[in-house]
């Protein structure tokens, strides 16, 4: 396919999740799902195509999950009405399961209107193995100057309140967030410098080469 053309595909699709996530996948299970969909949404742009055929251990390091639970995880997705995922062919011999990532009818209004998110898009940080899946969906909408209130930081990231607190505590213990006037910004740290610190990429080695883990 085309790169930009995937490109835009893979866009329409994250914008459709987007407006799906905090309905269809609630809750600490929702939290895992969320990871694996931004991991094989990370996979689609590497690839430049829909189709994806990452082994469930590779998504799992885009997700920051036990490939175990990222398995689990896509039976699951697959099996939704009207999923997101669409298996299209199932693992042989070397070949991982390959999936399409669809827009379902019923978010294909949504994917049409909903502003593209800029940057990057998919995956999740390595850092986020060792700081969890709550601080994983609260980092990426922080800035540095303006101000997120509490209050709304468990309906932007989708999450209940008791999972906002104990994500910005973790955001907080490591320099990652800070409590301003007004509510919080980014903090200073940098994510490269903390999962260094914690030895996460010692850990991501043993499983896989680092020039996929440090993405």
Same mark, same amino acid.
């Given at each position: ?13 994250a914008? &459709?999740?987007? !407006? #799906?996530? +905090?309905?269809?996948w @609630? =809750?600490?299970? %929702? ?13 689609a742009?590497l ?18 999950l036990d ?40 978010? &294909?209004?949504? !994917? #049409?209107? +909903?502003?593209?998110? @800029? =940057?990057?898009? %998919? ?14 969906l ?6 540095i100057?303006?101000p ?22 973790t ?25 260094e ?12 080469p ?5 993405w």
């Amino acid at each position: 396919m085309d790169p930009v053309a995937a490109l835009q595909q893979s866009r329409r699709w994250a914008s &459709a999740v987007k !407006a #799906a996530e +905090r309905y269809r996948w @609630p =809750g600490n299970a %929702g939290i895992t799902k969320r990871r694996i969909v931004a991991a094989a949404l990370k996979a689609a742009q590497l690839k430049h195509s829909m189709v994806i055929g990452f082994g469930v251990r590779e998504l799992a390091l885009l997700a920051c999950l036990d490939y175990s639970t990222v398995a689990a995880g896509l039976r699951e997705l697959r099996e939704e009405r009207d999923p997101f995922f669409v298996l299209v062919a199932e693992h042989h011999g070397e070949w991982a399961d390959y999936y399409e990532l669809v827009v379902p009818d019923g978010y &294909a209004e949504a !994917a #049409a209107w +909903r502003r593209w998110q @800029p =940057g990057r898009l %998919g995956g999740i940080h390595p850092v986020f193995r060792e700081l969890g899946g709550p601080a994983a969906l609260i980092y990426p909408l922080l800035t540095i100057d303006e101000p997120m209130r509490t209050t709304d930081v468990p309906l932007m990231a989708g999450i209940s309140e008791t999972a906002a607190k104990t994500g910005l505590n973790t955001l907080a213990e490591h320099g990652m967030a800070e409590r301003v006037p007004g509510g919080w910004i980014r903090g200073p740290a940098d994510p490269y410098d903390v999962a260094e610190q914690l030895g996460v990429y010692e850990q991501v080695e043993k499983i896989k080469p680092a020039e996929l883990a440090r993405w």
